[in-house]
Structures are given as C-alpha cells and as structure tokens.
C-alpha cells in the first residue's frame, strides 16, 4: 500500500465535502461548512498570503483518500497550531494510514512553520482517532463534554521535530 500526502485543490475541496456527507463520518468528525461553496470559500482563504492554515490530502495507492491540515497556525500560542485530518474511504479504516499520513504530515509541516506544540480535538467514542494520536505522540490533556458529545483534547510537544 503506497501512501502519499499531496496538494490540496478546490477540485479536492469539492469531493471532500461530499464524500464526509456520509453517516458513519459524521460521525466522527464535527462539520464547520453546511454547503460546498462555504467549503470553496474557507478554501480560498488558506490560499491567501499569511493564512494560518496548512493543508494536504491523503492518496493510496493512487486514490484520493483523505485529507489533513492544521488550523490556527500561530507560534506565538500554545498551542501553535492544531492538527485535524479525515479518512473518508471506510473500507480503508484501521489499516494504519491516518497514523501513517500524521507522521509525514508532522514531519513537513512542523518545520516549515517552526511549530512548537501541535493540539487536536477528537470525540472520545471515536478511538481509533485517539488511538492515531498517542501513536503520533500526543498526550491527552483534558476530557470535556461539548453539545452534549464527550470530547478529548491532545497536544504534541513538537521540539524535538524541528
């Protein structure tokens, strides 16, 4: 199985927002964009000259899987950016490619933007999110309850990347 992080496109936007329409996504991972076009628009933004956000789709094999990013670059807070990321392919569920792509996408992006520390959110029904993280390193900070949906919170101290 060839995994490869590559760029993101609006093409990509637009396939993503679909494919995370499903149920069993849904889910696992809360939804900012109600329509395709406020997907486009957040988009466009991160294209722009100083966006503080960073992000890379996932392929296997060939195939457009997944995608990953991090959001609220900033290395003056703590965290200095958060990491989120979506394996949409189910049937590709449990095989190590999230933890995989999460590596690789650490190793670029904690670099490139002198990234200290790295947060994530995931609901804590959703394991094999949590299980990704503290197989990436992160140590789980907090557990709190939002719109009635238990949630996790993990940071990565990143220093030891740069």
Known sequence: MKVELRERTEEHVRIYFEKTRDAAVCAMLPQAAATVEQAVEDYRRTRLPGAASYGRTIYVDGAYVGDIWCYCIDRRETPNAMLSYCLFEKALWGRGIT??????????TVPRYGLKTVGAFSYCANGASLRVLEKNGFARVETFVEDGVESAYYQK???DML
């Open 99 to 108: 933890t995989l792509a999460v590596k690789r996408f650490l190793a670029d």
């Open 157 to 159: 101290d990143t220093e």
